[in-house]
């Protein structure tokens, strides 16, 4: 899953949450459209990109439906380390 992407980097936790969570194959595809979108171009609208506060601060939230979130942190260069995928409100 993490070749393919140009501004994309994979945290450990990320992978396994995307691997162990009980995702079903719509929600696994809409994760997958979504990362696609965050590399290619991050302002679209549809990922509702914000930053989150409290004990994520400095970290971003991407949609990728209206339950499921990524989250990543900046780095340089525009580059983004995905952190988790999740119910909107899992941890």
Do not use: C
Not at 26 to 34: E, M, Q, V, Y
């Amino acid at each position: 899953m993490a070749d393919g992407y140009r501004s994309l980097d994979f945290t450990a936790t990320f992978l396994e949450t995307f691997a162990a969570r009980d995702f079903t194959a719509k929600d696994r595809a809409a994760i997958l459209k979504a990362l696609r979108l965050l590399d290619e171009n991050e302002q679209h609208p549809s990922l509702r990109i914000h930053k989150l506060t409290g004990d994520r601060d400095g970290s971003w939230s991407a949609s990728a439906t209206g339950s499921l979130r990524l989250t990543f942190q900046r780095m340089e260069a525009g580059r983004k380390r995905m952190l988790t995928v999740s119910k909107h409100y899992d941890r």
